[in-house]
């Protein structure tokens, strides 16, 4: 089944405010059939030394939290 990109963006919008407040900002890119998610992080996020933990410890957790179709979130460049 394939995960409406609207809600996609919704359940990212809840993780924008942590980003925001640190500088960043994360794009949406796409989304898979088979549940993976492309974003890309920007602003202070791109580059930043703790990007990885971000992606994976807020983003990607609050996704599947909210869409358990999402199987996982990966950074593009």
Known sequence: ?????EHVEKALEKTRSALRGDG???ELVDVSDDGVVQV????????C??????LKS??????KKELPE???????A
Request: charged letters at 30%; aromatic letters at 0%; one cysteine or more.
């Open 24 to 26: 960043g900002d994360v």
């Open 49 to 54: 030394p703790m990007a990885t933990m971000t």
């Open 40 to 47: 890309r992080l920007k602003g202070a996020c791109h580059g």
């Open 58 to 63: 807020l983003i990607e957790r609050t996704l």
């Open 70 to 76: 999402v199987k996982e979130v990966k950074a593009v």
């Open 1 to 5: 089944m394939a995960i409406d990109r």
